[in-house]
C-alpha cells in the first residue's frame, strides 16, 4: 500500500497517553503525507496536541478537513492556534472539540485571535466550535462579545457551529451580541447552535436569534438546542413557529425545547399549527 497517497486519515488514540518518541513517530508520520492528505482526524488526549503537532500540520498544505477532538489544554497553547492553521490556504472545514476545559476571558480571547488570523483563507467555508463538560462560571456577555465579533471577518462561510453548555451568566445581551456578529455572513447555508443550560435566555434573546435568521436568504438548514433553558415561555415558541415558514430556502428544521418549563401544551399546540405552514421543508425534528 502506497500510504504518500493516502488522502484521509483518522487517528484515535484517546485511551493512550502518548509521549516523547511515539508522539515524534505520529507527527513524522503524517509528515510524510504532506503531498496527498486532504483530511485529517486527530482523537488525542492532552495539552500537547497544538505543541507538539504544530509544525506537522503546518507541512499539509493540501488539507482540506482537520477536525481535532477531546483537547484538554492551558490557555497558553492556544495562543498560536490561528498561526498554526494559517498556512493551510486550502483549508475548507475546521473542528475543534474542547473537553473538560475550565473557560476563561482568555480561553475565548486566544481562540477569537486564532479564529480572526483564519479569516485570511478565502476557502474557509465551515467552523465548528463544541466545548463539552467545559466550566463556563467566569464567562459573562461581556467575554462573549469579544470573542463572537471574530465571525465579523469570515464572509465566505456556509456553515457555523458552536455548542455552548450552562453558560449560567449570559443573558438576552449576549445572544444579541452573538446575532450581530453573524450579520455578515451572507453565504450562510447550516447553522447548528447549542444553548444548553442558558438560565437567563428568554424569549426577547430567542425573538433576536430568529429575526436575524430571517435575513439570511441562503440558509437551508438549522439546527438549535435549548434545553433547560427555563425562561422560555409559550411566546417565545410561538414565535418560532411563526419565523420559521418566512425561511423561503430553508430545508431542514432540528429543534430542542426539552425541560423548557414554562412551555405548555398550548404553546406546543400553536407551535404546531405554524408547522403546517412549512411546505418546502425535506426534515423536521423538534
Given amino acids: 500500500m502506497r500510504l504518500n497517497l493516502l488522502q484521509h486519515l483518522d487517528l484515535s488514540f484517546y485511551s493512550c497517553e502518548i509521549r516523547g518518541r511515539?508522539?515524534?513517530?505520529?507527527?513524522?508520520?503524517?509528515?510524510?503525507?504532506?503531498?496527498?492528505?486532504?483530511?485529517?482526524?486527530?482523537?488525542?488526549?492532552?495539552?500537547?496536541?497544538?505543541?507538539?503537532?504544530?509544525?506537522?500540520?503546518?507541512?499539509?498544505?493540501?488539507?482540506?478537513?482537520?477536525?481535532?477532538?477531546?483537547?484538554?489544554?492551558?490557555?497558553?497553547?492556544?495562543?498560536?492556534?490561528?498561526?498554526?492553521?494559517?498556512?493551510?490556504?486550502?483549508?475548507?472545514?475546521?473542528?475543534?472539540?474542547?473537553?473538560?476545559n475550565p473557560l476563561t476571558e482568555n480561553s475565548l480571547k486566544y481562540i477569537g485571535e486564532g479564529l480572526e488570523k483564519l479569516s485570511s483563507l478565502s476557502s474557509?467555508?465551515?467552523?465548528?466550535?463544541?466545548?463539552?463538560?467545559?466550566?463556563?462560571?467566569?464567562?459573562?456577555?461581556?467575554?462573549?462579545?469579544?470573542f463572537t465579533k471574530t465571525f465579523q471577518k469570515h464572509a465566505t462561510l456556509q456553515s457555523v457551529t458552536l455548542r455552548f453548555h450552562m453558560l449560567e451568566k449570559i443573558?438576552?445581551?449576549?445572544?444579541?451580541?452573538?446575532?450581530?456578529?453573524?450579520?455578515?455572513?451572507?453565504?450562510?447555508?447550516?447553522?447548528?447552535?447549542?444553548?444548553n443550560g442558558w438560565e437567563n435566555l428568554t424569549d426577547k434573546g430567542l425573538k433576536n436569534l430568529f429575526e436575524q435568521f430571517q435575513k439570511f436568504s441562503s440558509l437551508q438548514s438549522i439546527n438549535l438546542k435549548f434545553e433547560n433553558c427555563e425562561s422560555i415561555t409559550d411566546e417565545g415558541l410561538i414565535f418560532v413557529g411563526e419565523s420559521l415558514w418566512?425561511?423561503?430556502?430553508?430545508?431542514?428544521?432540528?429543534?430542542?425545547?426539552?425541560?423548557?418549563?414554562?412551555?405548555?401544551?398550548?404553546?406546543?399546540?400553536?407551535?404546531?399549527q405554524n408547522l403546517k405552514k412549512l411546505t418546502n421543508i425535506e426534515m423536521i425534528s423538534i
Avoid: P
Avoid at 428544521?253 to 407551535?271: A, D, M, P, V
Fill in 124 to 146: 474557509l467555508s465551515s467552523i465548528n466550535l463544541n466545548w463539552k463538560y467545559s466550566s463556563w462560571e467566569n464567562i459573562t456577555d461581556e467575554c462573549l462579545k469579544s
Fill in 22 to 100: 511515539g508522539l515524534d513517530d505520529v507527527a513524522k508520520g503524517i509528515e510524510m503525507l504532506s503531498s496527498s492528505l486532504k483530511s485529517l482526524n486527530l482523537h488525542f488526549r492532552g495539552d500537547y496536541i497544538l505543541e507538539d503537532f504544530s509544525e506537522s500540520l503546518k507541512k499539509l498544505r493540501f488539507l482540506q478537513s482537520l477536525s481535532i477532538w477531546d483537547l484538554s489544554i492551558e490557555d497558553e497553547y492556544l495562543k498560536g492556534l490561528g498561526g498554526n492553521l494559517q498556512g493551510l490556504i486550502g483549508l475548507q472545514s475546521i473542528k475543534l472539540c474542547f473537553q473538560d
Fill in 171 to 195: 443573558t438576552d445581551e449576549g445572544l444579541r451580541n452573538l446575532c450581530e456578529s453573524l450579520k455578515g455572513l451572507s453565504s450562510l447555508r447550516s447553522i447548528n447552535l447549542s444553548f
Fill in 246 to 272: 418566512k425561511l423561503r430556502s430553508l430545508q431542514s428544521i432540528r429543534l430542542n425545547f426539552e425541560g423548557c418549563s414554562k412551555i405548555t401544551n398550548e404553546g406546543q399546540e400553536s407551535f404546531y
